[in-house]
């Protein structure tokens, strides 16, 4: 029996599985994917937001602002990767201006701590590849950039040191409480009982809500959002984030670094009826390219090296629906938690602990609690010295499996296991970086497979590259492996 049972490990089940292991109770978190932050915490734009721009007086707007201030003590307490680049939202006319001035009072009464207006001049000295025909910018030196699924996976990994059970691959598809208690089928067998219940499903959490409820208060709209990728190698090409003014669909086609080196350009905003399987479109895509254009010139188009898809969990209430049910009592729900969602993710969960569960007044703290997570170091990012001592006590950090990004052997052999280890190919890209590079796992990812496939007593036959439909074999063929 659970005290607290949080059905969902994207960056909302797992920052609040991390702030509910500050207290001396049971908690699991149920994930149906094979591994954290697998659906909308993998696919973003990754910006961690000043919060100049919700609705002021908004959850969105609150829990931004202070979100954007929690990641800094994130970054020394769980090690999260932070690149402090500042933003500029572009104007190019007379009536955007008169947007742009709108907008910094925004950022006034949401109280973002800095912002300047500027203009092309100044502007165009810290990025000389501003399109010209930019006229005044909203600087924004809070906004950062974060690696969004490491988030997940450094507040997961630290709530299971103090104490948090995590179960993959565990789809909840039933739901009914009875004399105050909740029963939780997952993969239509087992059942698990506890006295909490938190729905943090992402875009499924109408449809969680809708296995207990009669009258389900949001409605999930899914808005997908197309990026392209460039290589590493255009690492310099802006180092603010560009943005477009934003419309009633949302922050618009952005120019954003990301923290090991690419750019992303994206994302648009569609309404899709499908809200579970993100797909990219030669029309969404032309979109991106389009409106990229009018942030910045000569963007190196030729270094496009992959594109992907996310869908926004976009709900028909205005804002986060953070609720305790209207329904049960003891059942909670986070609806609608789209951007800024990656941006609001620790103060969502202290939100939600403190204010909406008041866990604080029930429960004693947890005497253990640490709140320190140590990452591992990547080898490639040591100096020569260090990488020397490393490899003398294991050589096996002396065996470069992915020649991109310079991944070594031992590090990928530490991916597979821990708490939070993978036996997937693109488990061990997240953890690891390894295929992620220029030549998107062209030369690495069969290595990786025999690794998996020997480190885990597994027939290639059996490896996947992500979920279990993804084999990368459908047979043997006369080659032995
Ligand atoms: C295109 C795009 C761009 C964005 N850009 C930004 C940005 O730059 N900055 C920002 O702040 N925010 C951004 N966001 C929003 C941000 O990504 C989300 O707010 C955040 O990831 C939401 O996290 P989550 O944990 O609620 O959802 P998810 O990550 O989707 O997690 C929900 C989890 O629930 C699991 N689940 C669902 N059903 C079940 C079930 N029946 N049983 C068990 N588990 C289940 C899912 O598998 C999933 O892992 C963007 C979103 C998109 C799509």
Redesign the pocket.
Known sequence: MYDYII????????CIARELSRFNVKVLV????ND??????????????SGHNPEPNSLKAKL?VWGNKLYEDMEKELEIPLLRTGAFVVAHNKAEEEQLFELAKTAKINQVPEFSILDYKEASLIEPNLSKSVTKVLSLPTTKVTY?WEV?FAAMENAIINGVEFKKN????AIRKENDKFYVTVNNSDILESVHLIN?????SD??ASLIEKNVQFKIKG???EYFVLDKRVKGFVKNILYPLPTELGKGVLITPQVHGEILLG?NSLEVEDKYHPTTSYEGLTYVKDHASMLADNIPFNQIIRSF?????TSDYDDFYIKESLEFANLYH?GG?????????FAIAKYLVNDVMNVNKKYALNPGFNPYRKKRKMFHRLSQEEKQDLIKDEPLYGNIICKCEKITEKEILDAMHGPLGSNTIKGIKKRTRAGAGLCQGGYCEEKIMKMIAKEFNMSPLDVAYDKEETKLFVSETKVKL
Do not use: F
């Not at 149920?30 to 994917?33: A, N, S, T, V």
């Not at 565990?170 to 598809?173: A, F, K, Q, R």
């Not at 938690?337 to 993710?345: R, V």
């Open positions: 059905i969902g490990a994207g960056v909302i089940g797992s149920l994930e149906k994917e954290v932050a697998n659906v909308q915490s993998l696919a973003n734009s990754a910006i961690v937001h931004s969004p997940a565990s789809l909840v598809t943090a499903a992402g875009v499924a449809d969680i808005r997908k959002g994302p898809a996310g869908i926004r969990s986070l938690i789209d951007s800024p969602g990656l941006t609001a993710c």
